[in-house]
């Protein structure tokens, strides 16, 4: 559980929960983004722990797709990282062109020319204005398909599903320890989350400073984070760490 319990504080799951904390309905979207979580975490914890414990011969596949080394698992990090990386480019883009269309609303000129090729844009912006307005507007689902992004890598299923599948013990066991895990991985959640439910008030007076702290910079929060994922993983896909 030690394993679970470094997920839980890792920085960049510690930066989303204070991403979604400060959006409108802060702790209905952390929920939202937990059941997004368990609902992937759980099945790709318990899928490769039921194929080891009825097909054991099967570790070594396992093994060769978790390593680090394998084209597999590189090329799924190259592309998380250049993914990433894109959404953090399409972020600072947007926001550029907002500032710059907010400086040039006093002119009525400029107005009306740049209406036609508002009316034009593709297909592609038109997604991803709405998906940004639906961020800001603190749409639920925006956090639920953001929290089925989060879950552990390749490498750390396999050495908890291994762990686990050497102790021996029954199957029934094996499940629950592999949710335990998962229980344990989203521990930081959990806890705000039961903190709400027992004591609101004082879960709201103790959150309220981070929120309104992330919220003042949540733009600059948002695509130092991505940022600093991106490069992580595309570091890892190239063997640069």
């Not at 899928?47 to 978790?66: G, T």
């Not at 947007?94 to 710059?100: E, Q």
């Amino acid at each position: 559980m030690v394993v679970g319990l470094l997920w839980a504080l890792n920085p960049g799951v510690v930066g989303v929960i204070v991403l979604l904390l400060s959006r409108p309905r802060g702790v209905q979207n952390l929920f939202a983004f937990w059941c997004g979580s368990v609902m992937v975490s759980i099945p790709f914890m318990l899928i490769p722990l039921l194929m080891l414990y009825f097909a054991p011969s099967s570790i070594s596949f396992a093994h060769d797709f978790s390593t680090p080394t394998s084209p597999v698992a590189r090329n799924t990090q190259i592309g998380l990282g250049l993914f990433t990386l894109s959404v953090a480019i399409v972020v600072i883009a947007r926001h550029v062109a907002r500032r710059r269309r907010a400086s040039l609303v006093t002119s009525p000129q400029v107005g009306n020319a740049t209406e036609a090729p508002a009316k034009r844009e593709s297909a592609f912006r038109r997604l991803w204005s709405r998906a940004y307005k639906a961020w800001e507007d603190g749409s639920l689902w925006i956090s639920f398909l953001f929290g089925m992004t989060l879950f552990p890598g390749p490498p750390i299923v396999l050495f908890v599903v291994t762990t686990i599948t050497a102790s021996g013990a029954g199957i029934g066991l094996q499940i629950t320890a592999a949710i335990v895990f998962v229980a344990v991985m989203l521990a930081v959640v959990e806890i705000i989350l039961v903190s709400y439910l027992v004591a609101p008030t004082t879960t709201k007076v103790v959150l309220r400073p981070i929120a309104d702290w992330s919220r003042a910079y949540r733009l600059q929060f948002a695509i130092t984070l991505l940022a600093v994922i991106g490069f992580w993983q595309l570091a890892r896909g190239l063997g640069v760490i």
